[in-house]
């Protein structure tokens, strides 16, 4: 298959999540552009940083006056969860030249990873052609996110109350969409359900705080609950394969 | 804000986006994954995006509202309804984001 399909393929899987990025992206516009900010400030944001949710506790951190270093280690903490998903994604870049790993982390989103961490699993994305699928995904990522903050800022000149209107529910409604598909064994409700109350119960922690500590409740609650410990039978396979 | 600060910030957050992104993928032909941690990552997005949406959907207005008249909890409930039944990724985004909306301006007039 040709560099143009693979990366073809990638976009295509991630169609259902771009269409729910677009509000996201207007919203982010108009409200930046509402708190009176540069339209300058806005694109660039998009455009080097790259990170939907970072972004928008920025303007709110923006909209209050913090200081410059309680925005940075905000947007650390509220992108700390990439980490874990680069974790997942070692053992399938490892062997990529580090120009193209320097692309591949720019754009480590939830939406890519989403979109082409099951590919992987099902043999559609490989080591051969796993970069070009992510690529394609990322491109169109990138591409949306751009262009509908740049379309977010005119148009927020121009209606005004655009950012009451609820457009984060698309980003709310996205999620659930990348949540759904795992939900197939016990262990994945009990990450979500702890996930989920832990969150409410820490959401006063300052600096977003809340959500990393309920997330590893989250990914600490499914490990325990997790009854298939594959890791060990899998060992024992291949171990029986190098005896025959 | 001047021209000056918001290069400071954009800088900042590019810088440890970047680097939260990118610290693993630099070292990956030498970083070696232990077992037990493999087996946690596979939770990851689950309780991370379960744990970033939940306030959303619960606490629209910072104060806890678990009624069907919040339209951000009905409209979650239904996309994870359609979501659990069909998994189809755009049916779930398209028919949340049209019962939030419904919920938030039909049901108000």
Known sequence: MSTMQDMR?????????????IPFGLLFGSLASSYGLSPWFAVAMSAFVFAGSAQFVALGLIGLHAPIWVIVS?????NLRHLLYAADLVKFVKHLPMSMRVIMGFGLIDETYAAVRPMYEVGSADKKNGHKVYLGSFLSFYVMWNVTTILG???GELIPGMSEWGLEFAMVATFIGIITPYLKHKAFWLCLLSAGASSIILAGLPNNLGLLASAVIGVAMGFIS??????TSKLDDSIQEVNK | MTLWQGALIISGMFAVTFGVRFALFARADKVVMPAFIEKALK????????????????MPNQHIDFSLSNPWLLGALVAFGVGIWRQQQLLTILVGVLVFFIAKYGLSL
């Open chain 1, 153 to 155: 800022v005119l148009s």
């Open chain 1, 226 to 231: 997790d009854p298939s410990y594959k890791v």
């Open chain 1, 9 to 21: 393929r990638g976009a295509v899987a991630s169609i259902p999540m771009i269409i729910g990025g």
């Open chain 2, 43 to 58: 939770f990851v997005p689950v309780a991370v995006l379960t744990a970033i949406i939940t306030p959303m959907v619960l």
């Open chain 1, 74 to 78: 905000t947007t650390f903490i509220v």
